[in-house]
């Protein structure tokens, strides 16, 4: 993490080992996304981040809005309590996504047939 807008660095410990994707913020609130169906939370800037249960295959995406969306291998999950549980919001099991973007309400995903 930085505090100075990039001028020095100060490494933060990982729960887990394996590789980690995608960050995004909810205020000063994180959630990152990676391998092995990981997703991590942390409160705030700085503070310790909690491994959250996906019950799924690897992320590579996360999208904070009104509603947290991870998309990964074969899913596109959607969570409304910061998190804590997700629902799948599209499950195609030969389809790695790769990105998504909110417009207005309208979802874009990328993907590829594997």
């Known amino acids: ?10 490494q933060i410990t990982s729960p887990v080992t394996t590789h980690l994707y995608s960050i995004d913020f909810n205020g000063d609130a994180a959630i990152i ?12 800037i700085g503070e310790p981040f909690t491994l959250l249960t996906s019950g ?3 992320f590579r995406k996360v999208y904070v809005g009104g509603a947290y969306w991870v998309v990964g291998e074969d899913v596109v999950l959607k969570s409304t309590d910061q998190g804590q549980s997700w629902d799948i919001k599209f499950n195609e099991p030969s389809v790695d996504f790769y990105d998504l973007l909110f417009i207005e309400d309208e979802a874009i995903v990328v993907g590829s047939i594997r």
């Open 56 to 58: 799924t295959n690897h």
């Open 1 to 10: 993490r930085s505090t100075d807008t990039g001028g020095n660095w100060e």
């Open 33 to 44: 996304v990676g391998a092995q169906g990981v997703i991590l939370s942390s409160i705030g």
